[in-house]
Every structure is written in C-alpha cells, then in structure tokens.
C-alpha cells in the first residue's frame, strides 16, 4: 500500500515546482468529477480523502494524486484522482482526458475490527491498479477481469473468498465531459477465484457480473460458481 494523509479538500489548486519557477494551477479536471459526485450524493461536498504524501510527478511511488470515499448507505463508494488530467491539459488528445477513465470501487458496509484499515486498503488496491497503467501503459476496459493467481483475500485481513476483480463501467454515476475531454468511471468488483476461473471474455464478464447482480464487493459472500 502507498503512503497516505487523511484531510478534507478545501484548497482546489495545487503548486507545480521545477528548478525555476512555482505556478499555481486550477484542478479543473478534479472539480468535474467532484461535481458528478456531488451530484449523485447531495450535501457531501467534504467526503473521506486520502491524498498521496509524495506525488508521482515528484518521484512518489502512488500514480493517483488523492482518493475520495462516498458514503452511499450501504456501501462505501470509492473514486480515484489521476488517471485523467485532474489539472492542465497535457496530452495531444483534446477529446480525452488523459488515460480516459478513473477507478471506482463499492465496499459493502459491514462489522468490519477496524473500517479505516479496510478503506485504506482499497485506496491501495487502487494505487496497484493505477500503477499498472502507468508503468506498463496498460489500459482497462469495462468487463475484463484481472486475475493474478493469489489465494489470499482482497480484503486488509487477507481472509475473504474475494481474491481478484472484474471491470464495468460505474452504473451510479455518468461520463462527464470536462474542459480537459472525456471521463469515464471503471469500477472494480471484488470475485472468488473459482469465478475467475470461469472467465475468458468479454461475454463471460457479462455473464458472471448480470448472475452476481450487484456491483458492491461484500468480502463475505459465497462464490455464484
């Protein structure tokens, strides 16, 4: 897991240093997808943020700027910070914001020994995603799914049947358009290896997500295969 500093978001701006000169630079990129999630949770304008201490622009190991965890009532939602371009518009590509897409994640509410290390695990689950894509360039779609062989749990405690994870496009919040192009939301859902097992396609991603019928990880629950 990468390191992280729980604080409330009240500046949107952030100081780009080099050798020569400081400037100060609008998130406008994270303003967007804050407003997507503000619209789908009303009133949550300061929601759980874990921000990476060491950014990876200044040599950190953690790609994506800051996290932030939605209360949805049952479930945590998770939203990452930097895979797009959440400040100034960088690429050659006008229509999409940097990679395109950033992650999600649901964690269903449980009597979980200790929630903050569960929420902290996920941020870092995310960073190891986001990682992949920056150091390999490789690019998630929604219904694949990852599968690494590991017969250890997803979860802080290591112990649920939930050992990887299939992609879907986030069905709770929209494709925003932003000043620096096109974002999309990829959420992750937590699967037992045996349901990993099955999967080989697109089509079987399809398949396996529509008999799960839900999109909210809950380590506990039994294997549909």
Known sequence: MGLFDKFKKENKKISIVNTSEEKEVEAIGWQAIEKEFTRVYPGQDNPKHYATIIKWIFGGNDPLDGISVYDGGDFWHFVSFGQTEIYEKESEYPDISGYGYELTFKLKKDNY?????????????????????????????????????????????????????????????????????????????????????????????????????????????????
Do not use: W
């Open 113 to 225: 020994d200790d929630e903050e290390a569960e929420i902290r695990n996920i941020c870092g689950i995310l960073q190891m995603i986001a990682r992949i894509t920056f150091t390999k360039n490789e690019i998630f779609q929604p219904f694949e799914f990852i599968y690494t062989g590991q017969t250890t749990g997803i979860d802080a405690k290591q112990k649920s049947n939930l050992t990887g994870f299939i992609t879907i496009k986030d069905p709770t919040v929209e494709t925003i358009d932003t000043p620096n192009g096109k974002v999309e939301f990829l959420e992750l859902i937590g699967m037992t290896d045996a349901e990993l097992k099955t999967l080989s396609t697109v089509g079987s991603v399809m398949e396996i997500y529509e008999k799960l019928g839900s999109d909210i990880t809950d380590y506990h629950r039994d294997s549909i295969v």
